[in-house]
């Protein structure tokens, strides 16, 4: 088993996460989201992007409005739905019971050796 097919499985599950609270608080283009990705670490390209927005957008999470550009041609910009600011809400919760469970497992593991 190779170690980048399971660590890449485990940034993949947490992506939709990691982009719904990006967008919490401003609206963003795709590549202030992927910036904000890769300074984190978590290594994402716009392929994997697109569709994912695309998802969430179709789900009722996101929404998007074009904004002209002084740098180029207009922007895309992704912000969250009401829907996608409850969903971000459960997520939140949800994200911090496994934190919790996984320290709790990760630790016991550890000290029994």
């Known amino acids: 088993m190779k170690i980048e097919n399971t660590k890449a499985q485990m940034r993949k599950g947490v992506l939709e996460y990691c982009i719904l609270s990006i967008l919490k608080d401003d609206d963003a283009y795709v590549a202030e989201i992927l910036e904000t990705l890769k300074d984190a670490k978590m290594l994402v390209v716009e392929g994997t992007i697109y569709p994912l927005l695309t998802r969430l957008k179709n789900a009722g999470l996101l ?3 074009w904004e002209e550009s002084t740098s180029g041609p207009p922007r ?4 969250l739905t009401e829907t996608g600011k409850l969903f971000l809400n459960e997520l939140n919760t949800t994200w911090s019971e496994l934190q919790n469970a996984v320290n709790i497992v990760t630790r016991q593991k550890n000290t029994k050796k």
Request: proline share 0%; charged share 30%.
């Open 63 to 65: 929404n998007y409005r």
């Open 76 to 79: 895309k910009y992704y912000g």
